[in-house]
């Protein structure tokens, strides 16, 4: 089932968990900031994330964009709390993150996953496939042993995977059946959120094309809610229904990709848009 904003068709008006208040945010981000510190004494300081707010509905897949080093993983990260955010309030699925303990957040962990660019790094090199998917349920006990030949056999078929490939160590499988792996691991903890970080960029342009169409089929299977992260705004487009595009740590322009990217109002998303699609005019 596909839960992203619905358009009406006579109004053109879209649907979502303001104007439906049965539709409830997944994430709800209030002036998140995150500032790094570096120099010999400290005194340095990178407004990498700085005073970001961000709904995203449940069940939606949320483009976010923007030039390398404007703060897109920096904000992924502090929103799961993996980096401590300076200021803000981070709301997931209605718990307030900036408020639980070690404890609660290592218990929320394998329901909020992310992958990331480079799949190869994602896994042990020392361990076969099999054991790097099955690793995160063996360590939060999500199963027992005599389950782990079905979860492999499930999670493989949704990626679309064979089984023998699973004796193999990730220097055996190709970039793209790694990446297939990775998603396979991720799906063990059923995860209500994901945040993909580039998750194709390290790819070659078919095998992209192959995993974005395999990571949509398996949102619309679960109904996930996905925060993705590209730099590509074709891949943004073909991916998700609303986006954000980020500057210096800025949120600068956000909504309906459709909008954003036929009509953009910052100067910058504009650049972006010209440089992707070809020459923006003004009407
Ligand atoms: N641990 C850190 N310490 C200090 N500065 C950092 C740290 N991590 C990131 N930064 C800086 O914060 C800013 C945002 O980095 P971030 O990686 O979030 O950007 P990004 O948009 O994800 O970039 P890319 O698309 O290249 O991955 C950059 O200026 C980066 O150099």
């Known amino acids: 089932m596909i839960s ?13 968990s303001v104007t439906n208040p049965k539709i409830r945010p997944m994430i709800e981000i209030t002036q998140l900031k995150k500032y790094y510190t570096s120099g010999v004494l400290k005194k340095r300081i990178t407004k ?6 961000l709904s995203v509905d449940k069940g939606m897949i949320y483009g976010l964009t923007g030039e390398s080093g404007c703060g897109k993983t920096t904000l992924a990260m502090a929103m799961l709390r993996l980096i ?5 309030s981070i709301i997931i699925n209605g718990k307030n993150i900036m408020s639980l303990g070690k404890a609660f957040l290592k218990k929320m962990r394998p329901r909020y ?12 090199p020392r361990m076969r496939i099999s054991d790097n998917i099955l690793e995160p349920g063996r360590y939060y006990g999500k199963f027992c042993q005599k389950e ?65 169409a395999l990571l949509k089929k398996i949102q619309e299977q679960m109904n996930m809610t996905i925060v993705f992260i590209s ?15 980020m500057l210096e740590g800025k949120i600068v322009e956000k909504g309906l990709c459709e ?13 972006l848009v010209t440089n992707t699609f070809g020459k923006w005019r003004l009407n």
């Open 4 to 16: 992203n904003p619905v358009t009406n068709p006579v109004t053109n008006s879209v649907t979502n």
């Open 48 to 53: 990498a994330v700085d005073g970001v707010d």
């Open 84 to 88: 401590e955010p300076t200021a803000g």
């Open 113 to 124: 996953q992310i992958i990331w660019q480079n799949p190869e790094a994602s896994f042990n």
């Open 148 to 212: 782990e030949m079905d979860i492999l056999s499930k999670y493989l078929n949704m990626v679309e995977l064979p089984m023998d490939l699973v004796s193999r160590y990730p220097h055996e499988v190709s970039g793209g059946e790694n990446q297939r792996a990775v998603i396979a691991r991720m799906l063990t903890m059923e995860p209500e959120l994901l945040i993909a970080d580039e998750p194709t960029s390290s790819l070659d342009i078919l095998v992209q094309e192959q995993i974005l």
């Open 231 to 245: 730099h590509d705004l074709r891949v943004i487009r073909y991916m998700c229904r609303k986006m954000a595009v």
């Open 259 to 271: 909008t954003i990217l036929s009509a953009p109002q910052h100067e910058y998303t504009r650049q």
